[in-house]
C-alpha cells in the first residue's frame, strides 16, 4: 500500500510546472464557458422585462449549435497556426479575444449581434483547445499520459461545474448581464496566468511552408485518415451519441423551465437550507441549470469509479453500454414534468457519458495505423461538431413547434378565439393569458401539458440514442470483428 502511495506522488512530481499551468488553465476556461453556455439557453429566450433577449427558440438553437459547431471545426485550423506562432502566443490572443467576445455578449441584445460576439469568442476557443491539449500531451508519456489527463479531465469538469454555479448565484442576485462579465474576469486571470507562468515549449524544427500551405495539407490528412472504412463510419455513428448528448444542454434547461415543478423541492432548500436557497432556488422554483449541473457534480466523483468497470469492457461494449444507458438518462428527463425523475435521469445520464464519452478517443486510438496517432486524433471532434450543429437543430425550431409554453399558449387562446394585443413582452403575455383564461400559470401549464403533450421530444431524442447503440452494435460485429478475423 506505502509503494502504491509512493509511487502516486512520484508520478505526480514527473509533471513539469508547465502541465499544472495549463491544467490551471483548462479549469478557468471551462469555467468561463460553461459559466455563460448552461445558462444561455435560458437567457437567450427570457422575457426582456426579466433580464433575457427574449428571441424565439429558433434563433437560440441556431445561435448555439451553429456557433458550437464551428468552434469544434476551427482547432482543424488554429492548431497549425499555434505550431507556426508558438504555444504562449497563442493563448495570449485565445484568452484576449475570449475575455473581449464574453463581455460583448453582455452588451448586446439582437439575434445577429448575439451571434457574432459568441462567434467571436468561439474563435478564441478554437486557438485554445489544441494548445492546451497539446501542452498536456509535451508533458506526459507512456507511463503517465493515463494520470495525466485523467487529472486534466477533472479539471475540466471542476471548471464546468463552478462556472454555472456561480453564474446562478449572479444572476438571482445581479441579473443575467453579470454571468458575462464573470466569464470576461476569468479569461482575463487565465492570460495573466500565462504571461506570468506559462513557459513556451521547445518546439522541433519545422519545414518554412507558407501557412496557408501548412492549412491546406491539415485538412488533406484528415481526409486521408477519413479513407479509412472503420473510422468515416464510427465517426458517422457516433453524431448520434453527440446528439442525444447535448440535448442536456441545449434543450432540457428550456424543458425544465417550462414544464417541471419543483416547488416542493424549493420549499424543503429554503426552510432546512436557508444559505442555499439565493444559490440553488428562484421565484419558488430550484433553478434549472443546477439540475444540468447534476452531471458535472457526478463526473468529478465517479469518474474514477466507472472508468474502473470500463476498462473490463472492449472499447465498443463501452461506448454501446454507455450509450444505452445515456439514451435512459436523458428519455427519463424528457418523458415526465415530475421532479424527481429529472434528477435520476440525469444522473443516470452522466453514468451513460462517463462511460461513452472518454471511450471513443481511446477507440480511435486502437484502429489507428502506427505512425498515424496524430491524424485519426484529429477526427475527433468532426462528429462533436456535426451532433452540436443537429442538436441545435431539435432545440431550436423542434422545440417551439413541440413544446415551447409560449408558442402552445398563443394557439391555446387562438383555438379559443381569444384576442391578444400586439407587442406584449413574454411576462405580460403570459400575465394577460392567465387573467382572460380565469387560470393561474400552474393551471396553464397542466393544461397546455395534458392538451398538446410537449413531452413527445422524448420520443425522438430516445429514438436517436437508440438508433445510435443499435449502430455501434451492428459496427462491432460487422467492422471491428472482421478486421480482427482478418
Request: hydrophobic fraction near 50%.
Amino acid at each position: 500500500m506505502s509503494e502504491n502511495k509512493k509511487s502516486f506522488g512520484q508520478t505526480l512530481k514527473t509533471f513539469s510546472p508547465n502541465f499544472w499551468v495549463a491544467s490551471f488553465l483548462q479549469l478557468m476556461e471551462r469555467w468561463g464557458f460553461y459559466g455563460i453556455f448552461t445558462l444561455l439557453p435560458l437567457y437567450l429566450v427570457a422575457s426582456t422585462d426579466q433580464g433575457g433577449l427574449g428571441l424565439s427558440h429558433t434563433e437560440k438553437g441556431s445561435i448555439i449549435g451553429n456557433v458550437t459547431a464551428i468552434q469544434y471545426f476551427l482547432p482543424l485550423v488554429f492548431g497549425v497556426i499555434a505550431d507556426r506562432i508558438g504555444y504562449k502566443l497563442s493563448l495570449v490572443i485565445s484568452c484576449t479575444i475570449m475575455a473581449i467576445g464574453y463581455y460583448l455578449m453582455g452588451e448586446v441584445n439582437t439575434y445577429w449581434s448575439m451571434y457574432m460576439m459568441f462567434l467571436f469568442a468561439a474563435v478564441g476557443g478554437g486557438f485554445f483547445k489544441p494548445v492546451i491539449n497539446g501542452t498536456v500531451a509535451r508533458n506526459t508519456d507512456e507511463s503517465t499520459s493515463t494520470m495525466g489527463f485523467g487529472i486534466f479531465y477533472m479539471m475540466v469538469n471542476v471548471g464546468g461545474f463552478l462556472g454555472p454555479a456561480m453564474s446562478s448565484y449572479l444572476r438571482t442576485t445581479l441579473g443575467w448581464r453579470i454571468i458575462f462579465l464573470q466569464a470576461a474576469v476569468v479569461m482575463v486571470i487565465n492570460l495573466l496566468v500565462v504571461l506570468f507562468f506559462f513557459k513556451e515549449p521547445k518546439m522541433a524544427q519545422r519545414d518554412s511552408k507558407p501557412i496557408l500551405t501548412e492549412i491546406k495539407e491539415s485538412i488533406m490528412h484528415i481526409i486521408e485518415a477519413l479513407k479509412d472504412r472503420r473510422l468515416t463510419i464510427l465517426l458517422i455513428l457516433m453524431v448520434g451519441f453527440w446528439t442525444m448528448f447535448n440535448q442536456l444542454f441545449y434543450t432540457l434547461p428550456n424543458f425544465i423551465e417550462d414544464w417541471v415543478d419543483s416547488s416542493k423541492v424549493s420549499a424543503w432548500i429554503n426552510h432546512h437550507l436557508p444559505f442555499l436557497g439565493t444559490i440553488l432556488t428562484e421565484k419558488g422554483q430550484v433553478k434549472a441549470e443546477w439540475f444540468i449541473n447534476i452531471d458535472s457534480f457526478m463526473i468529478i466523483f465517479f469518474q474514477v469509479v466507472v472508468s474502473y468497470f470500463v476498462t473490463k469492457m472492449t472499447h465498443v461494449s463501452a461506448m454501446i453500454r454507455g450509450t444505452i444507458i445515456g439514451t435512459i438518462g436523458v428519455t427519463l428527463t424528457f418523458m415526465f414534468n415530475n421532479v424527481w425523475f429529472t434528477i435520476i435521469g440525469t444522473m443516470i445520464f452522466s453514468i451513460g457519458e462517463m462511460a461513452a464519452s472518454p471511450t471513443l478517443s481511446a477507440f480511435i486510438a486502437q484502429i489507428t495505423p502506427k505512425g498515424k496517432e496524430a491524424l485519426y486524433q484529429g477526427t475527433y471532434f468532426l462528429p462533436v461538431a456535426v451532433g452540436n450543429y443537429i442538436a441545435g437543430l431539435i432545440s431550436g425550431d423542434l422545440y417551439e413547434k413541440w413544446s415551447d409554453k409560449y408558442t402552445l399558449l398563443k394557439t391555446e387562446l387562438t383555438n379559443k378565439a381569444i384576442a391578444m394585443p400586439e407587442n406584449l413582452t413574454k411576462k405580460e403575455y403570459f400575465d394577460l393569458a392567465s387573467q382572460k383564461l380565469g387560470l393561474n400559470q400552474s393551471q396553464i401549464t397542466d393544461l397546455l401539458w395534458n392538451t398538446y403533450n410537449p413531452n413527445k421530444m422524448w420520443y425522438l431524442i430516445c429514438g436517436i440514442g437508440v438508433f445510435a447503440a443499435l449502430s455501434l452494435y451492428a459496427y462491432n460485429k460487422i467492422m471491428v470483428r472482421k478486421e480482427s478475423i482478418s
